[in-house]
Nanobody
């Protein structure tokens, strides 16, 4: 089974940028980032399909975050700009269960492989 490893998290100040990386051990299809703030449920952040022609972003990050992928490296990147304290949380990378190059979804249950997460903390 494919394994996912996230990296790139850290402690930054409001307005700063971070770039998260998710490396997969094999071929994946739709990929997504979700985050979980302390005491809250995990929420969708962004998703991308395999051919990188379909993108989805939550309203809270649209215009500030950019998702991309390099299929030659089995890697997905989340560029996060203009970070805010409310962006704080553990960011998880996930791989979709639907084996379709054009499929994309924001539904958490459609992702069946998960990384362990990387912490992002934004101070005010």
């Amino acid at each position: 089974q494919v394994q996912l490893v996230e990296s790139g998290g850290g402690l930054v100040q409001t307005g700063d940028s971070l770039k998260l990386t998710c490396e997969a051990s094999g071929r994946t299809f739709a990929m997504a980032w979700l985050r979980q703030a302390p005491g809250k449920q995990r929420q969708f952040v962004s998703a991308i399909n395999y051919v990188a022609q379909g993108f989805d972003y939550s309203d809270s990050v649209r215009g500030r975050f950019t998702l991309s992928r390099d299929n030659t490296k089995n890697t997905v990147y989340l560029q996060m700009n203009s970070l805010r304290p409310e962006d704080t949380g553990v960011y998880y990378c996930a791989a979709g269960r639907v084996r379709d190059d054009y499929y994309i979804t924001s539904c958490e249950r459609d992702y069946d492989i998960w990384g362990r997460g990387t912490q992002v903390s934004v101070s005010s």
